[in-house]
């Protein structure tokens, strides 16, 4: 039996830093390890928090989107090596932007690969002046949102740069496309349906309202929090599924997703959501020299990692200070979200609260939790 203590204790005492509320599930070979909840749902702390609770998971997203591209590139439906203008045609001539003000004619395509490894050169700009404009309409669809964004010019030549941006939800347009279904009736029937997942989806209902954590905003200074408005900002239109920051989630059906991942594609009641050979190719670093060092130095705390097929990719434990193996990979979200797959170990981790601006939880809570539970399961 492992002994979780360690990452129980370290959970409870989250609220002292000023992190009100935590879950977090561990799962080894479909084998629920760890499993806890600390603080309250709810601001007042009349209701202790739960795996009933939802959580707005912003860009922790971007792995199920990830996930559900890469499924139909593994049926031949897609490939990383096509260019974005194959599927969406309105990107077919973009222009830069460059440092010095000028605009210029991109060179390059964009290719699907670079929707996947934030190189295609888009920011994470919402107030645009064509989004702003797409979004006058309350009910504009996630593929004329993304139209629109078309008419933005890049910030470098696709394929030589990493910006953390948009292109999850480029990507998401992409699905759409492919499938001849909204993004969100592709997950539901793709991942959601067959993993018997309920407490996932982009649009809640008044009973799911009734479920949501309360948000909260962090203040790094004096490591504590105060209730917000619990909104998702990156829910641009009533229909826009957004592939990059979009969904809700309860900790038990994301660590069913993920969990499938980590046992190389297989979830536990035997669907088959990914290839072995396709999983493999997640967590390895696809980044040039040039876009691995900018993503470096966006995010400081990322030595040792690249950016693969799913978000981060392990490269380096040693210079990462951890103890998972090469390959590892997972994302995070703005609330402070956090999860890991490890194929090696057949291991995955679901850590969600609610507190948005959370350097604290970005630069030590997560590697505390990941170094915390490998030393679990290493006893």
């Not at 996930?67 to 490939?79: C, P, Q, T, W």
Request: charged share 25%.
């Amino acid at each position: 039996m492992y002994d979780f203590s360690k990452v129980k204790e370290y959970l409870d005492s989250l609220e002292s830093l000023g992190i009100p509320l935590a879950g977090i599930e561990v799962r080894q070979d479909h084998e629920i390890i760890c499993k806890h909840f600390s603080g309250y749902a709810d601001a007042e702390k009349t209701r202790k928090l739960s795996d009933d609770d939802i959580f707005w998971i912003f860009s922790a997203t971007k792995v199920i989107t990830c996930i559900a591209a890469m499924r139909l590139v593994e049926e031949g439906r897609l490939s990383l090596e096509d260019n974005l203008d194959k599927y969406l045609p309105e990107f077919a001539s973009m222009k830069i932007k460059n440092p010095d003000g000028t605009i210029t004619d991109a060179k390059n395509k964009i290719r699907i690969i670079d929707l996947f490894t934030m190189t295609a050169g888009f920011t994470y700009t919402l107030d645009s002046p064509s989004l702003l404009e797409a979004r006058k309409n309350k009910n504009a669809t996630t593929r004329e949102i993304i139209a629109a964004l078309a008419n933005e010019p890049l910030v470098f030549e696709p394929s030589t740069n990493f910006r953390y941006s948009l292109c999850h939800d480029v990507l998401g347009a992409v699905v759409e496309v492919v499938t001849g279904m909204s993004y969100g009736e592709y997950l539901n029937e793709a991942i959601f349906t067959p993993l018997g997942i309920k407490n996932m989806g982009f649009k809640l209902s008044e009973k799911d309202k009734l479920r949501m954590t309360q948000q909260y905003k962090y203040d790094n200074a004096f490591y504590t929090s105060v209730p917000m408005e619990t909104g998702n900002p990156f829910i641009l239109t009533n229909n826009f599924e957004g592939g990059g920051a979009g969904l809700y989630s309860n900790v038990g059906d994301y660590a069913k997703i993920i969990d499938a991942v980590a046992c190389r594609g297989t979830a536990e009641n035997g669907y088959k959501l990914l290839r072995p050979e396709t999983v493999a190719e997640l967590g390895v670093n696809r980044l040039c020299e040039n876009a691995l060092r900018t993503y470096r130095l966006e995010d400081l705390k990322r030595a040792g990692y690249g950016w693969g097929l799913c978000i981060r990719a392990m490269m380096n434990p040693l210079a990462a200070n951890s103890p998972s193996p090469v390959g590892e990979f997972g994302g995070t979200g703005a609330a402070s979200a956090y999860n890991l797959i490890d194929t090696t170990n057949r291991l995955s981790i679901t850590f969600f609260t609610h507190v948005r601006s959370c350097d604290y939880a970005f630069k030590f809570v997560h590697d505390r939790l990941r170094n915390l539970t490998y030393e679990a399961i290493s006893k």
